[in-house]
């Protein structure tokens, strides 16, 4: 498995982005954002552990 840092796949995602002419647009990006309100206490519990170990990394 090849680790990679969030910065550099979020640049390679936006650089993708750009060839395929994906424009964001705020309001866009808000629409489909997750808003996460049905999401199960599990998931809740997880996404707080990626967080944490996101700042201590």
């Not at 390679?12 to 750009?18: P, S």
């Not at 647009?25 to 049905?38: F, P, S, V, W």
């Amino acid at each position: 498995m090849k680790t990679i840092r969030m910065a550099t796949f979020a640049a390679e995602v936006e650089a993708r982005k750009r060839e395929l002419g994906v424009v964001d647009y705020e309001a866009t990006k808000e629409a489909l954002r997750n808003k996460g309100g049905t999401r199960t206490p599990e998931k809740r519990a997880f996404l707080v552990r990626i967080e944490v170990r996101a700042k201590a990394a």
